[in-house]
């Protein structure tokens, strides 16, 4: 097979500077970070990541989880997180591949494997374990298709498959099938993950979202918590600010629209839990990012 530092030669002739590149597989990604210690905030949708060099760390509320060359992590739910790379440098970058987890394929799957009892009903949205060389793989014929255009239509989508099959069979599978089995507490929370998404510009709930997924309040933020590693409020808090964010940089609303339009009453508060979060006022923390890419947002 081969090796780590030849796949990350080859990931560098796809990436010639420090950001993310989406490829012409839809939802395979590869992502290179020049520089150690930078945080990135951000709500990670469901995805398997493959790093293949440096390290980096994710943080979601109290919970951190650190991955490196050689091990690879999954996110089974969308989740506001904080990632920061540890180790990299434009001679030697972290890089890593990704590839987003298609809900309707991993149903199509799981509906012709045996059934399988799960020992946690309530799995981590978040596991992280040694890259398997069967996934790496498959990882690795991806990435060998971007030099081959005319295959991609035809092998991507048998190896996206592959991928898939092989996750929900391996050791992480169990946390995916938790998620996307009917009936367990992963599942019930996955559903409130997505109405709140949906809904993260109105006053919450607690008693109202718990009755949508058929939980009592005290289970529902129990596992919500132990899931997620934020609270409910945490979370909504978490997905409007980041729009908040993407508003201002993307439309040039300025602040006080901004929190309006993500459901704030209070600009006041707004700016308070802004600065708390991204560790600058509103407007600071927009000037910095524009200075910093240029005046483009990628």
């Not at 898939?164 to 169990?174: A, D, F, I, S, V």
């Not at 109405?195 to 979202?209: G, H, R, S, V």
């Amino acid at each position: 097979m081969m090796k780590y530092d030849t796949l990350a030669n080859l990931l560098l002739r796809h990436t010639p500077e420090s950001r993310t590149f989406p490829t012409k597989i839809q939802g395979f990604r590869i992502s290179r970070r020049d520089k150690p210690n930078v945080i990135e905030r951000c709500i990670v949708n469901p995805v398997v990541i493959v790093a293949v060099q440096g390290k980096k760390r994710l943080v979601m509320g109290k919970a951190r989880y650190e991955y490196r060359s050689g091990q690879m992590v999954v996110m089974g739910m969308d989740i506001p997180a904080d990632s920061c790379v540890l180790d990299a440098s434009s001679k030697k970058p972290y890089l890593s591949m990704v590839l987003d987890l298609d809900a309707a394929l991993i149903t199509q799957i799981l509906a012709e494997l045996p059934k399988e009892n799960l020992d946690k009903p309530n799995m981590l949205a978040v596991a992280c374990s040694e890259t398997e060389p069967a996934v790496l793989e498959a990882f690795i014929r991806l990435v060998e298709l971007l030099d081959r255009h005319e295959h991609i239509k035809f092998l991507a989508p048998l190896i996206i498959r592959e991928i898939h099959y092989l996750l929900l069979t391996g050791p992480l599978g169990k946390n995916i099938r938790a998620i996307h089995t009917l009936g367990t507490q992963s599942n019930q929370i996955a559903r409130a993950i997505a109405w709140l998404e949906k809904n993260y510009k109105a006053p919450l709930k607690i008693e109202a979202l718990a009755k949508h997924v058929k939980m009592t309040v005290s289970t529902f933020h129990r596992n919500f918590k132990l899931i997620t590693s934020l609270s409910p409020l945490q979370f909504q808090k978490k997905l409007r600010l980041l729009e908040a964010q993407r508003l201002m940089l993307t439309e040039g609303i300025d602040a006080i629209k901004a929190s309006y339009e993500v459901g704030y009453e209070s600009h006041t508060q707004f700016n308070r839990e802004y600065k708390r979060m991204f560790g600058n006022s509103p407007a600071k923390d927009i000037k910095s990012i524009l200075s910093q890419t240029n005046g483009t947002i990628q």
